[in-house]
Each structure stands twice: as structure tokens, then as C-alpha cells.
């Protein structure tokens, strides 16, 4: 990741939470290392089979309709709501299934009041059911290099166009900064 710039954060910067990750890999970071590059961030859990894996083909369908070096600009981050079932091992296996590509995309865990603090700054409402399912919202949200949500859009299964211009916009605004 982009070494992150010195200086306080916006104070509507969701960076400001203190929230660890860890990614598909294994490896650990906090998700204010995130900043300095725009983020394309949702949440899912690898043992759904039917919503899950169309936030995830439409985070991709989503990249795919910018143009490649955009595409390089932008980083994907999708956080489990299920640590304790999606370990690194489990997150990888989707990773890989996936055929998610580079390392600009990340499948994360963090431990479970995190991932109460990560939904709610994102308004992604969720709650796990007896039977081990999760019945959640979906959303895409777009964070500027600051960690602002400058964009957020719930459709799914197709790409939204003022998701996709409002990427192109926040990635000339990272580019443009001094």
C-alpha cells in the first residue's frame, strides 16, 4: 500500500477507527494503512451462496468498467462479517476460487466487534441467524485516499454508472492533490 500521508485525519474518515485486519494471505494491518489511494469497500462472508457472490462479481464487473490504469488506482477491500468461521485459509480458498486478481484486491477478517464498528461506519446492517447464516444488507461504498465515503450504491448483479463516475472523480481528485 501507498505509504500513508502524515497529518490528522478528516474527522469523517472512517481510518480514524481502530480496526485490525487480517487479509487473505494472513497478513496483518490496521484499515488506516488503507490510506492514500481510493477504496472500493463491501462486506460478505465465503459460506453464503447466494448473495456473497454477487457482491463479488459486481465488485468486479465494477473494476472491469474502468480503464486499466484506473483499475491500478483502485483498491478493492471486502471484510468477512464471519470471523469465526473465515480464517485466512478460508478467505484464500475464495480469493483463489474467485480468480481475484493482483494485489489490489483484499479479502479481510477482523474479530467481531470490529466488524460491528467497520459495518456500522459503512450503514451495512447485518445479524447472525441460529443457523449459522448471516442475514445482512449489501452495499459498494467508495472512500476517497482520506477515508471519506464519498459514494455508495446497492445495486447489485449489474454495474451502477454514478458508482463507477463517482470513482473516475475520486480518482482525479487523489491524482490532482499536491
Known sequence: FATARAGELPTDSIYRLDIPLV???GVGSHLADRRGRAQ????????CQFVCPLVLDTLRMTERS?????QQRLDVLVVS???????????????????LEGEHWTLARTEAPNVRKLAAALDIRYRALADGEINHATA??????????????TMLGEVDPE????????????????
Open 66 to 70: 474502468l480503464d486499466p490504469a484506473e
Open 40 to 47: 472500493l469497500v463491501s462486506m460478505f462472508y465465503t459460506s
Open 23 to 25: 487479509d487473505h494471505n
Open 163 to 178: 458508482l463507477v463516475a463517482a470513482i473516475r472523480a475520486t480518482l482525479s481528485a487523489t491524482d490532482s492533490r499536491p
Open 140 to 153: 459498494l461504498v467508495l472512500l476517497d485516499a482520506e477515508g471519506r465515503i464519498v459514494a455508495r450504491s
Open 81 to 99: 462479517f464471519d470471523p469465526e468461521r473465515d480464517t485466512p485459509i478460508q478467505l484464500k480458498s475464495v480469493f483463489d476460487k474467485r480468480k
